[in-house]
């Protein structure tokens, strides 16, 4: 999932920022690999029905506490895209369809939810038609309509105010280019979706896009009464169909779920309604509450926190049950703007970079964090492995006095002596100053010019996903997870160039050669796609570098002791909260 998108929120994990990801491979306990999982199919069950098996041994009540060092920005579900964002909005959003893990494996399948089945595509592919399930509710007894689920669509293309959600039905869907949301004069007017009765949605393409029904998964799709929509104040109160409902909301700080009285178990073929409540307490300490989970001592037994553990503190791990592992489809980077900073520039900066030593200041552990030297992560089909020289995510990089000096000859002869380098950090947090530190302090002695702006990790977010932000590194997204198991969902959204207008880009590439390329790939079959997507992510490293690859991410995350059933979504590498209980309520 774009994520889903990375900020530098906190050096330690950006994967808890990252935008959404897609199926990956198995998840559980143990050392992550980066082979593991390996290319795979997209696992579909269209005949799923609810309600989900009761889990062995699973007790209701109670209240589960969640420690977050990061801060989602948003709970609009039509802004979600974020992978924290995606799951925790996953407790109170049904969409069109989920992805339900099974028992036994946790291997992801894609599933109805909302709709009666993964939709059925006309004969040139470019009209889709779902069922919907009858007699579903929100949270208030009112129902669900069919003209609620088109709104919620025609409402994402409202891009001004909603910038941060996903954006393929704007690449994909009939005038998608050209519609702008249902608020202006004719926007009530959108020719992309139409509902012939009460119980179908039906959704017209402007080009073919088989994997519709994975993207109707995030919650975009979940269904918006236009009358309730209240725009940017709209997170403060949703319209939920999921097992709980917002109660109260204080954005940067703390969002507190309820159940969700109206939530009809027999219709959700993936989620459960176990505890009595959630608490999420956002812009934490790092450390602070990964001891706390760790020492599980009286309600802290209650809490988990979903960043991967600081390396520093596994040797204060007594109990490794307490340590969630399993795969994630993302690959971090450190995005370089392609605009800014010229090629050969660039191509200095990578050389400079120094892996090894950014691994142990930004708390890297080896389990979670594999050294990346592609776009694609070893998980998502069409990933092949290939190394470029000083691209393989170790290295001392410019620490080594010889390197140094051989960047800063390499600068002065192009011209760039001082070349300037400017990010955004996090002020507030100790890890993301360690790495500012290392990086003003190497990039300075290879002969470029440092300016890193500091700024409160509730801000972060915000400032670097400005795609015409007043830097020139580490504009968001800084690394991706995949939307769905795909390469569909990786290139198209991330290096074309109406990416940079989308708010997507990796590097803000613009290139109509590329652009021309990734349209000819999307545009096979796809069979055919994972032939030559491995051939695309090859070609923009090694002819753009528009990132450093740093690393693959997998899940290592801390859970309290009372924590029941605490698994690992392979979809986006994080906590599966919608099947989490207390095993003493």
Known sequence: MQWKRITAVAATVMLAAVACGSPSSNSGSGTNTAGAGGAQEKATDATAKGPAAELEGAKKGGTITVLSDVTPDTFDPTNIYYVDGNQIGKLMYRALTQYKLDPKTLKPILVPDLAEDLGTPSADGLTWTFKLKKNIKYMDGTPVKAVDYAYAIKRSFAHDLYDAGPTYQIQFFKDGETYKGPYGPNGANYAGVETPDDSTLVIHLAKKFNDLPFYAAFPMFTPIPQAKDTKKNYEQKPMTTGPYQVASYTPGSELKLTKNPNWDPNTDPVRYQYPDAFDFKFAQDTLKVQRQVLASSGPDANALNYSNLDVSLYPEVKDQSQIVKGFAPCTITWPLDTRKIPFEVRKLIAKAYPFDSWRKVSGQAPDSSIPASTILPPAVPGYEKYELPGLVGTGKGAEDPAVAAEVKSELAKLGKSN???????????????????????????????????????????TLTGDQNAPVNIGKTPAGWCSDWPSGTSWFPVLFKSDAIALGNSIGQLQDKSLDAEIDKVADMSPDQQLKEWSKVDKKILQDYLPAIPLYYSASAFPVGKNIGHAVNDVTQGMPEFTSLYLKQP
């Open 419 to 461: 070349f300037e380098l400017s990010w955004y950090y996090s002020n507030d947090d100790p890890i993301a100053q360690q790495v500012n530190q290392l990086r003003t302090q190497v990039f300075t002695a290879a002969g470029f010019k440092v300016k890193a702006t500091g700024v409160p990790k509730a801000k972060i977010r």
